[in-house]
Structures are given as C-alpha cells and as structure tokens.
T-cell receptor, first 113, second 112 residues
Framework: GENVEQHPSTLSVQEGDSAVIKCTYS??????FPWYKQELGKRPQLIID?????GEKKDQRIAVTLNKTAKHFSLHITETQPEDSAVYFC????????????FGKGMKLTVNP | DAGVTQSPTHLIKTRGQHVTLRCSPI?????VSWYQQVLGQGPQFIFQ???????GRGNFPDRFSARQFPNYSSELNVNALLLGDSALYLC???????????FGPGTRLTVL
C-alpha cells in the first residue's frame, strides 16, 4: 500500500545551522508533496509544497527538492532559528479511489540558541 | 475569512461510549477529510467526503462513520470507544483544484 518514510526522527542543531529532512514515498502516481510544521498542541501548518513537474522550490529560508525517479523528496531549512523548533511532517498526495495525504512519522527539530 | 473550524476542542469519554466530532470547512471548499493523529505519529487518513458523498475510507473499523451536510460541514462519529481511540482528530478542507489541504485545530479525544 501507500507508504511514506521519513528520517531522521529527531534532529538537534545550533541556531544558524542548516537542517535537512528526507522522505521517500512508494506510490509512483503521487504528484503533490506538502510539508507541514506542527508545534506542540497545535494543528499541522502547511509551510511549503512541491509538485511532480518541479524539481526544486524555495521560499526564503526553506527549500524543497523532489526526485521522482528515486521517489525521494527533501526539506532544507537554512539559518535555523529557535522558532523553527517543531515537528515536521512530509506527506504524499495519493489519488485513485480516494484523495488523501499519506504522512511520514515526523521529525522533531530542536534549534538551540 | 475564517479557516477550518472544529468542535469541541477537547473531549473526555469512557470506554464503550459514543462521540460526535464536528468540522466546518473553509468557505468555498467542498471536500472534507478526517485524520486521526495518535501522539508521536503522523496523521492517518480516516475518511474523505466531497459533495456529501464518501469518496474514500482509510483502514479504520466500522465503528468509525462520517457524513457531510449540504453546507459542506461534516461530522465524524465513533461508536464503542476504545482506549486506543484517544488521539487528536483533525479535519482538513480542500477545494480539490490544487490538492492543498488545510487543517483545523483538531479535537483532542481522551478515552478513559
């Protein structure tokens, strides 16, 4: 069935360092890959997304890359700040019988001042 | 312009009871999906509704059911609650044009 693997599960960096989160997906028909940030006790917030016709997308300190052949996609955060501390989820949009997001297990990012 | 709203915010039930959770999508969005997020895990898909019809169901038992109303709001019902149903239940709305899904604040369900 559909599956999204995400790693690492936790990451601790110093303020100003970069952070990278990597995901792989199983359904080759997936064409939309959003990333969500979830702070403790709050809803997942969409921070950036990428579609299958694009290999890379950047928004200020955040960038995403997609390799459809390898079924890999990654999130890069540069110049990390303490407020970047949260759990980050990657997801793949699956269509067919239903339209749904299949999520990775999440990565807890801690940015130390 | 209001985002996705859910009620109640928190709920405490005991095993065997029944619960109803409610969701109102973003104005103009006709698709509502429900997800269950157990502590420490990513959200898991439960249902998708579009134009008042069920369009998809995840791997959840028949104790879980849902419906969508003419105004596109939705209810998730869970019968015969188990301890393992304790989770954050998230509703997401979409306009189905660009696949973006926007989440509501969730309902935190605790089953004792």
């Amino acid at each position: 069935g559909e599956n999204v693997e995400q790693h690492p599960s936790t990451l601790s960096v110093q303020e100003g360092d970069s952070a990278v989160i990597k995901c792989t997906y199983s359904d080759s028909a997936s064409n939309y890959f959003p990333w969500y940030k979830q702070e403790l006790g709050k809803r997942p917030q969409l921070i950036i997304d990428i579609r299958s016709n694009v290999g890379e997308k950047k928004d200020q300190r955040i960038a995403v890359t997609l390799n459809k052949t390898a079924k890999h996609f990654s999130l890069h955060i540069t110049e990390t700040q303490p407020e970047d501390s949260a759990v980050y989820f990657c997801a793949a949009f699956v269509q067919g019988g239903s339209e749904k997001l299949v999520f990775g297990k999440g990565m807890k990012l801690t940015v130390n001042p | 312009d209001a985002g996705v709203t859910q009620s109640p915010t928190h709920l405490i039930k005991t095993r065997g009871q029944h619960v109803t959770l409610r969701c109102s999508p973003i104005s103009g969005h006709k698709s509502v999906s429900w997800y269950q997020q157990v502590l420490g895990q990513g959200p898991q898909f439960i249902f998708q509704y579009y134009e008042k019809e069920e369009r998809g169901r995840g791997n959840f038992p028949d104790r879980f059911s849902a419906r969508q109303f003419p105004n596109y709001s939705s209810e998730l019902n869970v019968n015969a609650l188990l301890l393992g149903d304790s989770a954050l239940y998230l509703c997401a709305s979409s306009n189905r044009v660009n696949n973006e899904q926007f989440f509501g604040p969730g309902t935190r369900l605790t089953v004792l």
